[in-house]
């Protein structure tokens, strides 16, 4: 790979280009069982590079998975002609980097080989323990595990070439319960860089209890609820934080954070930050997909808004020094702020700890539809399942209602932020309590 990316950056260079080439060598294995039969196991590889050319302010972009140099030709050729088609912005999008130094990350260790038989029987037994619950575990929508493994290229004319792998895997089920002629089902999952530090049957087991203690639903009266979200909830409202604290939505003016830099926007107990090296982390990196040397990056600290998720360009465009949060979704893709592992830094008690102090409120641990909010205004409706709590204790089970609001107010109602971290994708956070909450009930 190194040899046909340098080679394409000579081809670029000579032809009076400024040059970017990003290189994504990608092996993914995943495997679904359903009534312990295996339902498919799929291994693919998938490689290929992106090229990014700059000259006189006009930007061209091609990608190939055709790597031979007919391909390689072909790919530059096309991302000199859609150079020449494109405005001249005299954008400077390139990374500038070459004299910085790079952290190494655990990613870049191999991880011990493990065989597909292992990982199979994981998702055979995540499945049994789901089944063997109880009699109100009627089935499951399939059982699944997931690893994803590649090895990542950026280089510059700007005088750098960088290189890692990374890898993370994940396991998951979604467990069904059923009472009389109610049907519920829990979801749940986990996530880790090595498959042998993946508890299958523990996943099997939280599944099946979290579709199981939703049998019984009863709607509540709509009003205003404090509300505790665990860590697997709260971590959709990471999700839009990652979308609105995006620098290009902020220069575009299209984001709730808008000129809210510096400002106060939660509790100082709320801490927001992007870690790409923390122990264990499934997307650490020493490098984001520019090439930046990556650094922890508090973007919400004490409460306060300390910054956005940047990429060169937008870097530039608002005068502050990148934060390395350049990230593609391969390398058929361009470059976008975003995070590696977000997560909110933990508080000092436990959940149980927490709801025994509730008086009423819900306890919520599914939000459905939060990639409906609009980012914004930042307002949002989402379905919610969980628990009314009453005095510390559950009463019943809640299912099918509306929780609704606005970030900004959603942050600041934030009151007490729990110890135990969970994981789902890029996003981790505790379970968070949280006041005044809109909820439309019966």
């Known amino acids: 790979m190194e040899e046909r990316i340098y080679r394409i950056l000579d081809m670029a260079s000579s032809g009076g280009y400024e040059c970017e080439v990003y290189g994504e060598d990608t092996d993914s294995y995943q495997v679904e069982i359903y009534r312990g039969q295996i339902e498919s196991i799929d291994r693919s590889r998938d490689c290929g590079i992106g090229i990014r050319l700059v000259r006189e302010g006009r930007i061209g972009y091609s990608y190939s998975n055709e790597l031979s140099d007919q391909g390689l030709e072909s790919a530059l050729e096309e991302a000199k002609n859609n150079a020449a088609g494109s405005s001249a912005m005299d954008k400077d999008v390139l990374a500038d980097n070459s004299a910085l130094p790079v952290t190494r990350t655990a990613a870049d260790e191999p991880c011990p080989e493990v ?61 069904v ?92 107990i709320f801490s927001l930050v992007d870690d790409p090296f923390m122990p264990g982390g499934c997307f650490n990196a020493s490098f984001d997909d520019e090439g930046v040397p990556r ?24 005068g502050t020094e990148p934060t390395a949060n350049a990230v593609r979704s391969s390398f058929k893709s361009l470059p976008l702020p975003g995070a590696t592992n977000l997560f909110v830094i933990p508080g000092k008690r436990d959940l149980p700890e927490i709801l025994a102090d509730l008086e009423d409120g819900l306890y919520v641990q599914n939000l459905m539809g939060m990639h409906t909010a609009d ?6 409706s989402v379905g919610v399942n969980g628990y009314h709590i009453r005095s510390g ?19 600041g109602g934030i009151r007490e932020i729990g110890k135990k971290i969970v994981f789902i994708g890029s996003y981790g956070s505790p379970s968070v309590l949280l006041e005044d909450l809109s909820v439309s009930g019966k």
Not at 375 to 380: L, R, T
Not at 393 to 411: F, P, R, V, W
């Open 115 to 175: 065989e597909s038989a292992f990982k199979i029987e994981g998702v055979r037994k995540m499945e049994e323990a789901a089944l063997g619950f109880g009699e109100v575990i009627v089935n499951t929508e399939g059982a699944g595990y997931s690893e994803v493994s590649s090895e990542v290229f950026v280089a510059s004319t700007r005088g750098f070439l960088r290189r890692e792998k990374r890898s993370c895997c994940s396991c998951s089920i979604a467990a």
């Open 177 to 268: 319960a059923g009472k009389n002629d109610e049907i519920r089902s829990g979801w749940y999952l986990a996530q880790a860089v090595d498959p042998l530090a993946l508890d299958f049957a523990a996943v099997g087991r939280e599944a099946a209890v979290r579709a199981s203690s939703l049998l019984d639903c009863q709607p509540i009266e709509t009003g205003r609820y404090s509300v505790i979200l665990d860590g697997s909830a709260f971590y959709e409202i990471i999700y839009l934080l990652e979308q609105a604290l995006s620098a290009e939505m902020v220069v575009k003016g299209t984001s709730v954070f808008t000129g809210k830099q510096d400002l106060r926007i939660a509790p100082d």
């Open 295 to 318: 650094k922890k990056y508090f973007l919400v600290e004490g409460g306060i808004l300390r910054g956005y998720f940047h990429n060169s360009y937008s870097a530039r465009k608002m």
């Open 375 to 380: 980012s914004m205004s930042g307002d949002f």
């Open 393 to 411: 204790q559950i009463k019943h089970a809640i299912c099918e209602m509306t929780l609704s609001g606005n970030i900004l107010d959603l942050l």
